[in-house]
């Protein structure tokens, strides 16, 4: 049986075009109803009606339909402690938490006067997606306990500063006895989430709480200040042309998990490339700007490793990379292909040739490493197995500007 897993908002009329066409494949004597069954069952859940109240709740939750959200969880009371996509790796968790991800206030205190007891879990999504009067009302549900121990991972992964401001304001801390708080550090800078200026602020709000960052070039660059990396280059000017390795980018004693073997990337992979190519990977434009107007070679190479994997430049940073993700995933960004047109108009070569090797991390889909031997940019993204990652926009500047495969 096909498993099959309900998206963050699940449609109702999808569900039963799904039905239809699997009624389809059944035997000719089989009826709506056993196709209805066998899909509700591939969802997880024993029978169709259980599905349709699923979709529904989540549904009125989004609609922010508190009228209709009370008649499901009242019908039905052991909704209110069972996640409502079903799933349980959704993190979107039961009713109180998934309303907590949309701000649905009016609907968290009638779920809440209904016997769901969910806060904290519900918390920590508000937080994550920076709805600060939610983190508020949970919070006083909750009868404002201390938050020394809540974590700051949340926000960090999806690069909120307003949930971020507001679990400091509620008391969380980033240091606590153990010292660091490793998994907050390791959602930051290891999130897929692409937003250079909100993980400036952020890193910059964890040094005002007592977070004393290492002074290095790459921190530097995550921090987003082009004061401490200009004092880093004139200091050493061959930073220009060095490559950091992995635990350059991810420190070990900050985001340990980030640095552990086999190297993942989110795109076009990091370990052993010079700062041009970070500043791609993590979609920081103005530092890139900065690095060319330094002197930078835009066709700086990474390093090559003994088996020839390596050389790539910047270029192909710009063709695979995260920030691509997120364009290609309709989150209302442009693909404008800024960066790509940045390094052209810079003097990159469209036509360099390099090895690359690129094993996504579980989050994405996870799987063996694959090589692309010999590729130029456009090869690059021609061959590359994550189409989602590729940018058609940035494909199209380069074959304009006389790269080819």
Request: proline share 6%; hydrophobic share 40%.
């Amino acid at each position: 049986m096909t498993v099959r897993r309900l998206p963050v908002r699940p449609d109702l009329d999808q569900l039963h075009r799904q039905a239809k066409e699997l009624l389809r494949d059944l035997p000719t004597r089989a009826k709506l109803a056993d196709a209805q069954l066998e899909l509700a069952r591939s969802y997880g859940v024993a029978n169709w009606p259980r599905l349709v109240h699923a979709v529904k709740l989540a549904d009125a939750i989004w609609r922010d339909d508190l009228n209709t959200v009370r008649d499901i969880v009242t019908y039905d009371p052991r909704l209110l402690h069972e996640d409502v996509l079903i799933r349980t790796d959704s993190n979107w968790g039961p009713p109180l938490t998934y309303a907590a991800n949309l701000g649905r206030n009016e609907i968290i205190l009638m779920l809440h006067r209904l016997g769901a007891r969910d806060l904290e879990s519900a918390a920590g999504r508000a937080a994550l997606q920076g709805k600060v009067d939610t983190v508020h009302l949970i919070y006083d549900l909750a009868g404002r306990p201390s938050l020394e121990k809540l974590s700051l991972a949340g926000p960090a992964y999806t690069l909120s500063v307003e949930g971020t401001a507001v679990l400091f304001t509620l008391g969380a801390r980033l240091i606590g006895p153990d010292g660091i708080d490793h998994n907050t550090m390791e959602h930051l800078l290891g999130t897929d989430s692409r937003n250079p200026a909100a993980k400036h602020r952020i890193l910059e709000m964890y040094v005002e709480h007592g977070f004393d960052p290492p002074d290095t070039t790459v921190m530097a660059l995550h921090r987003g200040r082009i004061d401490l990396l200009e004092a880093h280059v004139a200091r050493d000017p061959d930073l220009l042309t060095r490559t950091f390795g992995i635990t350059d980018v991810f420190p070990i004693d900050l985001a340990p998990a980030c640095s552990r073997e086999p190297y993942t990337a989110q795109g076009t992979p990091v370990h052993g490339t010079t700062l041009l190519h970070l500043a791609a990977y993590f979609d920081d434009i103005e530092i890139a700007r900065w690095l060319l107007d330094r002197g930078m070679n835009p066709d700086a190479p990474a390093a090559i490793s003994e088996d020839g994997i390596g050389g790539y430049t910047p270029l192909y940073s710009t063709v695979v990379s995260q920030h691509n993700f997120w364009v290609n995933y309709g989150k209302g960004r442009p693909d404008d292909a800024e960066f790509t047109r940045l390094l052209l108009d810079r003097g990159a070569n469209p036509n360099v040739r390099a090895s690359l090797r690129q094993r996504f991390e579980d989050g994405h889909g996870g799987g063996p490493s694959r090589d692309y031997r010999d590729v130029t940019p456009l090869g690059w993204g021609e061959q590359f197995h994550g189409k989602i990652f590729v940018s058609k926009e940035s494909m199209r500047l380069i074959e304009s500007r006389g790269g080819s495969l």
